[in-house]
């Protein structure tokens, strides 16, 4: 006979135990997303300053 337990547990599907975190995960951090808003806010500045004032 051929025993096959083996290959019985490869076939049960068992959670990864290190899931990949994508982009979402990236931008809910606070430090990241102060640096996008002051970097935002940097360029918002320098539109207003050539559309108002040049």
Known sequence: MLDTT??????DPTPPEHEPRGCL????????????????????????HDLLLL
């Open 6 to 11: 083996q290959s019985e547990a490869q076939t």
């Open 25 to 48: 995960f990236a931008l809910s951090q606070p430090p990241l997303m102060i640096f996008l808003a002051v970097i935002g806010c940097l360029l918002l500045m320098a539109a207003l």
